[in-house]
């Protein structure tokens, strides 16, 4: 049984992603603790130069087609398939992500390798794979035990620290050969750029973040009325955004943006880990939420367990005031 | 178009999530289930392919919890069928298993696209559209913002990645799009046309598939993160709070003047 460890990297437009980094820290603690090889796996078409960015990993497998210029979910689910099939390794870490999504579980699907998804940590002891999964929206983390020769493990962004797998060098390069990609069912189109809106969230040093707790559009009102007593901007979770009551460019998150404000005021939000990916590097954070138990309180350095109508405008009173 | 939408009842994260004795489950006696927001989504979705482009809806489902309600108000949103599978799923099952079952009740079911919600608040072992999608060698494509017919045999969805960036991706029927969000919120069903529904509509029902797989992993302990990093919690009246509050931001220099 193989003790290697294989990271699949994750980039989108010639950029490797954060967390592919996280990855490979995480993946350099596995195969210590396991004794095998730490690999890369790099999918694309020109996509060998970013090899030169992967010096943490003992190797990398490149798989190279045209038809992979582009990501779509089922080219590289297959491209993934085959890299996994001729490594065999132990443990296949995939990112916790929006392109992750469709492959973690792809490929669990199609190699019949354990998932386990929303991974906080995953260890190795004498040969054992445990992994920690975040679920019920953050509230609650799962242990579980991984029997098996291989699995996949899906991790978060944030749960490894990137500075360990960010290491230039390019390490040996072994070429995969492509599966067979003619007659994909997905077909790349187009990229689309989000728009330009009227404030940059990322580059505000205060935000007042909203979030479902709001419980109606002209509600937004009492938060913005705080935001721009304190000089800061208002920012929301993705509800707020697809119930079309702030633009997309004012959505923290997974798929929204990453924001590291001097002061993150997070406001009836519960803490979702999609959410908690946007905003965890912020300088200070406040949340004022009704439950004791959301884990946005996990996150936050000071807490409120109270009503925000009851709360924000007492605030901003005090802010208007100066006292 | 024939759409199926599978919709999963999963604990409501509003209430208190209480663990077993074991340590290893939620109490299933007291956990309160509701509809997988995501699956409202997808139901969503399928809902404005339909009013646009003509489409015949259909809902499928394991039996938990209060399943029968969620159907009928799906039918009362606008779904032309709703599908209940029996067997013994109270306890919860995992993804893989739910993907197993639905991959074979859909055999009996016409779907030219299937949707879900893009995840579940309890799918520890994977997401359903994307195992669905492997069951039934069918493409699938997630995280989806948007679907629009392209032709008879295919359609247009948007995919979001990080930083808004949204990928355009045409995927040939039938498949399995896990939805993220519907181009608008949700419809909402009156209480009393879903009441209504209840004594006029009617649920079908089939009997689940023997299927042999599972989570491929087992639990060993379900519990709250450790509050080592937990906040610092602020108590007292309003006015208190903002005082302490007001005064923190002071101290940190985050106050204009
Ligand atoms: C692939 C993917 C990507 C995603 N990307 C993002 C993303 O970029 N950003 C994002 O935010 N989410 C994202 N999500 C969604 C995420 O999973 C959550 O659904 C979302 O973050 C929840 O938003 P919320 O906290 O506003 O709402 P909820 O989870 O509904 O929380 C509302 C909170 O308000 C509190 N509350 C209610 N009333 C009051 C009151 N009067 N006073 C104070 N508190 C109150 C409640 O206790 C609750 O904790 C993504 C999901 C997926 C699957």
Known sequence: MSADIAVVVEHLEGVLAEVSFEMLAKGRELAAAGGGMLWAVLIGHGVTRLAGELGAADGVAVVEQEALAHYTPEAYEKAAAAALQALAPRVALVASSSMGLDQAAGLSGTLGWPLCAYCKDVALTDGALTAVSQIYGGKLLATAEVPGEHAICAMLPGAAAAAAGRKSGTPPVREIPPPALDGLRVRFKRLIQPEGGDVDITREGILVSVGRGIGSQDNIAVVKELAEALGGAVSSSRPIVDQGWLPKTRQVGKSGLSVKPKLYLAVGISGAPEHIEGMRGAELIVAINTDPGAPIFDVAHYGVVSDLFDVIPALTEKVKSRA | ?257
Do not use: W
């Open chain 2, 1 to 257: 178009m024939d759409i199926v939408v599978t919709v999963k009842m999963v604990p409501d994260l509003v209430e208190e999530l209480e663990v077993n004795a074991e340590g290893t489950d939620l109490d299933r006696s007291v956990v309160k289930l509701r509809i997988n927001e995501f699956d409202e989504h997808a139901l969503e979705q399928a809902l404005l392919l339909k009013n646009q482009h003509g489409a015949r809806v259909t809902v499928v489902a394991l039996d938990s919890g209060e399943v029968d309600e969620t159907l009928f108000t799906c039918l009362a949103k606008g779904a032309d069928r709703a599908v209940k599978v029996m067997g013994d799923f109270q306890g919860g099952v995992s993804t893989h298993t739910a993907a197993a079952v639905l991959a074979q009740v859909l055999g009996g079911i016409p779907h030219e696209l299937i949707l879900a919600g893009v995840q579940a608040a309890d799918d520890r072992d994977g997401q359903l559209a994307v195992l669905l999608g492997s069951a039934l060698r069918l493409p699938h494509v997630s995280v989806v913002t948007g679907v629009e017919p392209s032709g008879d045999k295919a359609v247009t969805v948007r995919q979001e990645y990080s930083g808004g960036v949204v990928g355009e991706l045409e995927v040939d029927l039938p498949a399995v799009l896990g939805i993220q969000a519907a181009p608008q919120t949700p419809r909402y069903a009156p209480v009393s046309k879903v009441r209504q529904m209840m004594k006029t509509a009617k649920l079908e029902t089939i009997e689940a598939p023997a299927v042999e797989v599972g989570a491929g992993s087992i639990v060993t302990s379900l519990a709250r993160p450790e509050a080592a990093g937990r906040a610092e919690i602020i108590e007292g009246a309003p006015e208190e709070v903002a005082a302490r509050l007001y005064a923190i931001l002071a101290d940190r220099g985050l106050l204009k003047r």
